[in-house]
Nanobody
Framework: QVQLVESGGGLAQAGGSLRVSCADS????????MGWFRQARGKERTFVAA????????SYADSVKGRFTISRDNAKKTVYLQMNSLKPEDTAVYYC??????????????????WGQGTQVTVSS
């Protein structure tokens, strides 16, 4: 069973950094790709980044490319999103998600099978 719990959100100033984490309490974390999505208030949930099962492939939304880095530690059953050079428009609830498909990395939320509860990231100007 997959149970995802995010942590590490909070408040940062523009130009600052935050790292959010997502831990899985299940036993098969290394069997699925992982993604990060975000949802700003009043807006749809959008893709941020994804990483393959062993971490060899990653994908990023254009809006975060060069600023955010997704990584994973399968021994710790955790995926991370390092966010640098934060902007006020990065303010959102950030969700991690698990994708059982192990081919092409998906960027659409409906392709993901399990979701965490989300963690708030707020960037002040």
């Amino acid at each position: 069973q997959v149970q995802l719990v995010e942590s590490g959100g909070g408040l940062a100033q523009a130009g600052g950094s935050l790292r959010v984490s997502c831990a899985d309490s299940g036993r098969t974390f290394s069997n699925y790709a992982m993604g990060w999505f975000r949802q700003a208030r009043g807006k749809e949930r959008t893709f941020v980044a994804a990483i393959s099962t062993l971490g060899g492939r990653t994908s990023y939304a254009d809006s975060v490319k060069g600023r955010f880095t997704i990584s994973r530690d399968n021994a710790k059953k955790t995926v991370y999103l390092q966010m640098n050079s934060l902007k006020p428009e990065d303010t959102a609830v950030y969700y991690c998600a698990a994708d059982f498909y192990i081919g092409r990395l998906h960027t659409t939320s409906t392709d993901y099978n399990y979701w965490g509860q989300g963690t708030q990231v707020t960037v002040s100007s």
